[in-house]
Every structure is written in structure tokens, then in C-alpha cells.
């Protein structure tokens, strides 16, 4: 799962059991997190996919 919202698309990854890769665009400060991988752009997150495979 990749995605940029903390509860909803990383949250809801966990919940649901696939690795996730949250996209850090810097709009949750100080908050904890659980993702697999942490990334700041897609191109990044498409890395991580890619060499997963």
C-alpha cells in the first residue's frame, strides 16, 4: 500500500496486511507511524515497489 495519509491509507494498510510506504509530504509532524518504508515522492515509493518485486 502507498499512500500519504497516515490513518487512512497507511493505517488502513496495516489493517488490512500488505507492507506499506507512506509518501512524507511533511502535513503529519510528530506523529508516530508504523510504515514499512518512508519516502518523500512517488518516484521513490515506484523504487521501493520495483526492487520489491
Known sequence: MVGDHLVAD??????????????DR??????DHDADH?????LQAMEIL????
Do not use: S
Not at 26 to 31: F, L
Not at 50 to 53: D, L, T
Open 26 to 31: 511533511g502535513t503529519w509532524p510528530d506523529h
Open 10 to 23: 497507511i493505517g488502513g494498510g496495516h489493517a488490512a496486511g500488505p507492507r506499506t510506504v507512506w509518501v
Open 38 to 42: 518512508v519516502v518523500t515522492d512517488v
Open 50 to 53: 520495483h526492487a520489491e518485486r
